[in-house]
């Protein structure tokens, strides 16, 4: 029983380091957009990547229910 709280919360710090890259990925084509005055494609690329890890993020979440591991508001808890 205590591996399993131990991977749930291993799973937990993942997701929230994965949220943390998403945002970070989100500044970061924000800042390319207002420094960039050529025709630099380094916002959309950073936009991209954005939408990538957010669906990897939400596969993850997804994942995280499916096997038991995160459970949304808790109810009947």
Not at 10 to 37: E, R, W
Request: charged share 20%; with cysteine.
């Amino acid at each position: 029983m205590d591996r399993i709280n131990h991977v749930e919360t291993i799973y937990k710090c993942a997701l929230v380091v994965m949220l943390l890259v998403v945002i970070f990925s989100l500044g970061q084509a924000l800042y390319f957009m207002m420094t960039d005055k050529d025709d630099d494609k380094r916002t959309v690329w950073a936009l991209t990547r954005r939408i990538g890890l957010s669906l990897v993020l939400i596969g993850m979440v997804a994942f995280g229910i499916w096997m038991g591991w995160l459970h949304p508001h808790d109810i009947g808890q």
